[in-house]
DNA sequence: GCGACAG
DNA sequence: ATCTTGTCGC
């Protein structure tokens, strides 16, 4: 896959406004007001596993956890052939038609599984132009999104700078948080220990239809190790099929070629 | 030119 | 994203 022309980045830009406008940044749901968030039974995670020399072909992972057990209650692997290849800041055009149809085929099939909220491994509004992969999902599919991101993203003004180092440090318990602040003073997310044994932070941002405290609050809930359990299962068992289908590590693109030699 | 670059 | 075993600690 070839880096996309500078048209195609515009219009992805484009299309990144124009979604942005039917984008919800507070909560929608009664379960987000309450404190213990009763009436939350659902929690969905996302993510994509690649094989090692292959961008091309991925396996596309739901699934859906009982909340607040954190049990495995949906699974569904895919093999994706993806169109876009990953940039930066449009990771979303990669990530994105998987995900949604993973999502429309549950609906299709068990309907009564659906997540009340979906925990998305990438950035939401923590983002360059404030859409990131969580927003984008989250508007597409209508659903509750929260962004989880194991690394930093520099972005308006936060950067990895000893400043920030020392308010990692200053996480002493899990729960603990402070503030991503843009150049211009706007918190775009949140640095957040996710439990008590690793000291490196998750970064949490709005995806859809939740505020950012309603946010960090579930990603904590959710969180048995530092990346929170709907992700870290969805990994983990996107993993597993690689493993098991592909046990030599070999594409179906190797395959394909090795069919017609 | 140099550094940055979610997954 | 992926390349990878042992090792240290609870």
Known sequence: ???????????????????????VEEDT??????????????????????IKGDDVNACAQLVVLSFPDMKLLYKDSQMVTLNAPYVAGFLAFRETPSLLEALEKLKREQP??????????????FHYREFGLAC????????????VAKNLLQVQGVVRSDE?????????????TFPLTTDTGKVLGK??????????????????????????????????????????????ISREYLRTHFPSGLSPRDNNETLNT
């Open 29 to 50: 749901e009664d379960w987000q007001k309450s404190p213990d968030f009763a009436g939350l039974e659902r929690v969905g995670g996302v993510d994509l596993s690649f």
């Open 191 to 236: 640095a957040l220990r996710s439990c008590l044994k690793s000291t490196k932070p998750v970064y949490v941002s709005v995806g859809h239809r939740i505020s950012l405290d309603t946010a960090v609050r579930l990603t904590h809930a959710c969180c048995r190790h530092r990346v929170p359990e709907p992700i870290r299962q969805a990994d983990m």
């Open 112 to 125: 009564s599984l659906m997540p009340q909220v979906v925990l998305v491994d990438g950035n939401g509004l």
């Open 136 to 147: 984008h999902l989250g508007v597409l599919s209508d659903l509750p999104c929260v962004g």
């Open 164 to 176: 920030h180092l020392s308010q990692i440090n200053a996480l002493e318990k899990d729960g603990d």
């Open 1 to 23: 896959m070839s880096t996309p022309t500078e048209d195609v980045v515009k219009q992805w830009e484009r299309e990144q406004a124009e979604l942005k406008k039917r984008l």
